[in-house]
C-alpha cells in the first residue's frame, strides 16, 4: 500500500456543510483520495446516509435548520456504522465530552490533515468492520461445519448470516485496500469436529 494508506482503498466520503463554498472546497481537497460527495444541510446528510453507503462523514457544527450537533446525535440513534469528523469553527468545551463523534478538527483545516485524518479514520473502521465479520464468519462457518446442507437450507438465519459475512467482507476488503492478508489468515482455521 502506498504511504498514504488510503490510495489503495476505496473511502467513501460525504462533507456536510451549509456553506457551499466551504463543502466544495474540502470536495476537491479529497478529490483522487476517496469517494467523496457533498449536501449543503443537516436534513441531507441524514438522507444521504439512508440511501448511500458513508464511510466517513466531515461534518459541520454550526448549521441552520439543523445543527451538526443535532445531526450527530440522529447518527447515533440511528446506528450509523462509519466515522464522524466535526470540522467545524466552533471551539470545543466540554459539552464535546458527551458527544458521539470521532475526531474533532477546527477549521481551517490543510490538505495534508484532511487527508491524514481521512486514513485514520478509514483504518479504525476497517478494522471495526473486520472484528464484526470475524464474529459473524465463525458463526457462519461453523454451522456450515456442523450441520447438513439440508438442514441449513432450512434456517433463514443461515442465508441471513451468509448474506451479513458477505456485505462485512467486501467493506472490509473495500477500507483495507491491499491490507487484506488477515482475511486470508482467518479462513485458513479448520471449524470442525476431529
Request: hydrophobic share 40%; proline share 3%; glycine share 4%.
Amino acid at each position: 500500500m502506498a504511504a498514504s494508506g488510503i490510495d489503495d482503498a476505496e473511502v467513501r466520503a460525504l462533507v456536510v456543510d451549509d456553506e457551499k463554498e466551504v463543502a466544495d472546497a474540502y470536495a476537491l481537497r479529497l478529490k483522487g483520495v476517496c469517494e467523496t460527495s457533498t449536501v449543503y444541510s443537516g436534513a441531507a446528510a441524514l438522507d444521504h446516509v439512508e440511501t448511500e453507503s458513508v464511510d466517513v462523514i466531515l461534518l459541520d457544527r454550526h448549521m441552520p435548520a439543523m445543527s451538526g450537533d443535532e445531526v450527530l446525535k440522529q447518527l447515533d440513534e440511528r446506528g450509523f456504522d462509519g466515522r464522524v469528523i466535526m470540522v467545524t469553527a466552533v471551539d470545543p468545551e466540554f459539552e464535546v465530552l458527551d458527544m458521539p463523534f470521532d475526531d474533532y478538527l477546527c477549521k481551517p483545516v490543510d490538505r495534508t490533515d484532511l487527508h491524514a485524518v481521512i486514513d485514520q479514520q478509514r483504518q479504525v473502521l476497517a478494522y471495526e468492520i473486520l472484528g464484526k465479520y470475524f464474529t459473524a464468519e465463525s458463526k457462519r462457518a461453523v454451522l456450515e461445519a456442523e450441520l447438513a446442507p439440508d438442514k441449513r437450507a432450512k434456517r433463514p438465519e443461515f442465508e441471513a448470516i451468509e448474506q451479513r459475512t458477505s456485505k462485512l467482507e467486501r467493506r472490509a476488503r473495500r477500507l483495507l485496500g491491499d491490507e487484506t492478508d488477515v482475511l486470508e489468515a482467518f479462513s485458513d482455521i479448520d471449524r470442525e469436529d476431529r
